[in-house]
């Protein structure tokens, strides 16, 4: 059964890190593209961040982009959003997400399929 299951999310001060992770299960992170999305309370789901099966890291996001790193480790089948200098605007429910195929895209009709999502919450 597939499965994609976030861990790592929390209460976090603003600057801090936090590194989300990805479990995946019943399919390789070796065959397909992996992403994260997130959604912010009252704002719409957003593409932030994918990994293709090439190893091409996309950020889609620019206020992310040099705060935020995508990775993976294949031989735990685990993918991992590492984000620093954490704002507020970064508070959000993050979601791990796998395309229909190797390609990256920040389109929400791209995803095949999607986990639970994880709260990252940015406060004082």
């Known amino acids: 059964q597939l499965q994609l299951v976030e861990s790592g999310g929390g209460l976090v001060q603003p600057g801090g890190s936090l590194t989300l992770s990805c479990k995946a299960s019943g399919f390789s992170l070796n065959n397909y593209a992996i992403g994260w999305f997130r959604q912010a309370p009252g704002k719409e789901r957003e593409g932030v961040s994918c990994?293709?099966?090439?190893?091409?890291?996309?950020y889609y996001i620019d206020s992310v982009k040099g705060r935020f790193t995508i990775s993976k480790d294949p031989a735990k089948n685990t993918m991992y959003l590492q984000m620093n200098n954490l704002t507020f605007e970064d508070t959000a429910t993050y979601y791990c997400?796998?395309?229909?195929?190797?390609?990256?895209?920040?389109?929400?009709?791209?995803?095949?399929?999607w986990g639970k999502g994880i709260l990252v919450t940015v406060s004082s």
């Open positions: 990994l293709s099966t090439y190893g091409r890291k996309l």
């Open positions: 997400t796998r395309p229909y195929g190797p390609i990256c895209s920040d389109q929400l009709r791209s995803v095949e399929h």
